[in-house]
T-cell receptor, first 116, second 116 residues
């Protein structure tokens, strides 16, 4: 149990385009989803926290208009990187938390974004 | 504010020897402590957690960790390391108080290299 998937696993895009990353909880309902960014050889940096049906809460320094987060259902959250630039290239990891036995963060496998 | 320190960027150990990865933390109230492992280009895999109870926590793949309240430490240990244990290890903490939003704070990570 407690499986979280991400799609795509890797994406390469041109500068200026937008990219959408999906995060799904496969076998539990995720009341909260978290989006992290990880630079090479560095730790995870929390970007935002989203609760189902409400607006995401962004961490300080994270541009909400740049990184659009939608958590429209209890099993799906999406992160859209708008007008991507090379400096947005990174490894993006989501996690999902539910209720009861799922009341901890379960992590997805990550998405490698490369912006050319 | 909560924080986690992993003082060693890298730990080298010979296969079959004991492995220790250090972690100290700072948090208000009682801590919830976690260890995760990350293989290249992969998401985080949960190893173990301490919530309450016995100070020695046993987890996946033969790993264990000891919670030491007086030293605010939660070091990860394995009695006999395997080459396949070579990976990046993260310690994380969150406070038991819900007001913190259940946010996890990660340490900087420790790379473990097990040599045959």
């Amino acid at each position: 149990g407690a499986v979280v998937s991400q799609h795509p696993s890797r994406v390469i895009c041109k500068s200026g385009t937008s990219v959408k990353i999906e995060c799904r909880s496969l076998d539990f309902q995720a009341t909260t989803m978290f989006w992290y960014r990880q630079f090479p050889k560095q730790s995870l940096m929390l970007m935002a926290t989203s609760n189902e049906g409400s607006k995401a809460t962004y961490e300080q320094g994270v541009e909400k208009d740049k990184f659009l987060i939608n958590h429209a259902s209890l099993t799906l959250s999406t992160l859209t990187v708008t007008s991507a630039h090379p400096e947005d290239s990174s490894f993006y990891i989501c996690s999902a938390r539910g209720q009861g036995p799922y009341n901890e963060q379960f992590f997805g496998p990550g998405t490698r974004l490369t912006v050319l | 504010a909560q924080s986690v320190a992993q003082p060693e960027d890298q730990v080298n150990v010979a296969e079959g020897n004991p492995l220790t990865v250090k972690c100290t933390y700072s948090v208000s109230g009682n801590p919830y402590l976690f260890w995760y492992v990350q293989y290249p280009n992969r998401g985080l895999q949960f190893l173990l957690k301490y919530i309450t109870g016995d100070n020695l926590v046993k987890g996946s793949y033969g790993f264990e960790a000891e919670f030491n309240k007086s030293q605010t430490s939660f070091h990860l240990k394995k009695p006999s390391a395997l080459v396949s244990d070579s990976a990046l290890y993260f310690c994380a903490v969150r406070g038991a108080i819900k007001a913190a939003g259940n946010k996890l704070t990660f340490g900087g990570g420790t790379r473990v290299l097990v040599k045959p």
